[in-house]
């Protein structure tokens, strides 16, 4: 093998910790939400396809009450914020500013989780009392999973980040946890409109 052949063939000035598009974890992710926000047109689909075949809507029950639904809204829109500060810190190998945003996005997490427990009193009908409430508790309750699975991950990478281990490879899984979020709250906004709007449409 001659020299030139060797040089392309020595990897050892690649980088070892990439993010976005060059990262096999971006794709994986891009990936992971393609599939699941084609299982949320799906809900969504089941929704209106149930809608359209009952005379009255909601059928035996009134509205889902605003207040919470509407206040979990504000607080995702907010949560972009420190989401995106993480991100971005990640994307810099800033440990100071990645500890401190990862814990303002678990806080915000935990709001998110309280305010749904109490999104869920609010519905004004149970899962199992006719086809409406079935399907706006399939919604709520995909949406919630998702929010409790990324609040999970992230408080794992809280943990790791002030307890270690700790390499590069852990600020590209803050980056696209990052991202992940960024679908979580996207999601929740045509989620939003059906559960609490599309009841009160006439």
């Not at 939400?33 to 689909?45: H, S």
């Not at 915000?108 to 006719?130: I, Q, Y």
């Not at 990324?150 to 809280?158: F, G, H, K, P, S």
């Amino acid at each position: 093998m001659n020299d030139t052949s060797a040089r392309a063939l020595d990897v050892a000035e690649l980088p070892t910790v990439v993010f976005s598009h060059r990262s096999l974890m971006w794709w994986g992710t891009l990936g992971m939400m393609a599939i699941e926000g084609t299982f949320f047109g799906l809900a969504l689909m089941a929704y209106f396809y149930l809608r359209s075949h009952q005379a009255t809507w909601p059928i035996t029950s009134r509205p889902p009450d605003l207040l919470w639904g509407t206040l979990n809204t504000v607080l995702m829109l907010a949560s972009f914020v420190p989401a995106h500060l993480a991100k971005r810190a990640a994307e810099r190998l800033d440990l100071q500013a990645v500890r401190l945003w990862l814990v303002v996005c678990v806080a915000f997490g935990l709001a998110f989780v309280g305010v749904r427990a109490l999104e869920f009193a609010a519905l004004n009908v149970r899962w199992d009392s006719s086809a409406y409430g079935s399907v706006v508790w399939l919604l709520l309750g995909l949406h919630t999973t998702h929010i409790v699975t990324d609040l999970i991950d992230t408080m794992v990478l809280t943990a790791l980040f002030y307890r270690g281990p700790l390499d590069g490879k852990r600020f590209v899984d803050v980056s696209e946890n990052c991202f992940y979020w960024y679908f979580v709250v996207a999601t929740w906004l045509p989620f939003y409109l059906v559960i609490y709007w599309g009841a009160r449409a006439p």
